[in-house]
């Protein structure tokens, strides 16, 4: 029997959609510490919308450093792009199970969304290598 000699990689080469993987990749464990923090401790479901916030944000702080470091130029034109669509999956996610529509908080949100993705790719692009 030979022995295999290279094993073939799958990489993502899309920033966009690398960029997408790794910020829901993040959000699905961001909500999984928060429900588990819910869970343990006495916090309330109140301050809630600002922990989603926070995991929003951070994930697509990652999303876009992926993406950026990935395109290699222009990382606030792709991180920017990426927390757009983000932004887009959730509103549609939302709008469709939850018939939440167009409102304050959520422009609010896509600003926030589109900053952190956007400062993510710039971040990203400086420390390619």
Same mark, same amino acid.
């Given at each position: 029997?030979?022995?295999?000699?290279?094993?073939?990689?799958?990489?993502?080469?899309?920033?966009?959609?690398?960029?997408?993987?790794?910020?829901?990749?993040?959000?699905?464990?961001?909500?999984?510490?928060?429900?588990?923090?819910?869970?343990?401790?006495?916090?309330?479901?109140? %301050? /809630?919308?600002? $922990?989603?916030?926070?995991?929003? !944000?951070?994930? @697509?702080?990652?999303?876009?450093? +992926?993406?950026?470091?990935?395109?290699?130029?222009?990382?606030?034109?792709?991180?920017?792009?990426?927390?757009?669509?983000?932004?887009?999956?959730?509103?549609?996610?939302?709008?469709?199970?939850?018939?939440?529509?167009?409102?304050?908080? %959520? /422009?609010?949100? $896509?600003?926030?969304?589109?900053? !952190?993705?956007? @400062?993510?790719?710039?971040?990203? +692009?400086?420390?390619?290598?």
């Amino acid at each position: 029997m030979n022995p295999i000699k290279t094993v073939s990689q799958v990489r993502i080469t899309s920033p966009l959609f690398s960029g997408l993987v790794y910020s829901l990749s993040m959000m699905t464990i961001g909500t999984i510490l928060t429900s588990l923090f819910l869970l343990l401790t006495s916090t309330q479901e109140s %301050s /809630l919308h600002t $922990l989603t916030t926070i995991i929003h !944000a951070a994930s @697509l702080f990652i999303g876009g450093w +992926v993406a950026g470091k990935r395109a290699g130029s222009r990382g606030w034109y792709h991180g920017g792009f990426v927390g757009f669509v983000y932004f887009i999956l959730i509103f549609v996610v939302g709008f469709l199970a939850f018939d939440a529509g167009l409102n304050l908080q %959520s /422009l609010q949100l $896509l600003c926030i969304l589109f900053a !952190a993705g956007a @400062l993510g790719g710039i971040l990203g +692009v400086n420390t390619r290598k």
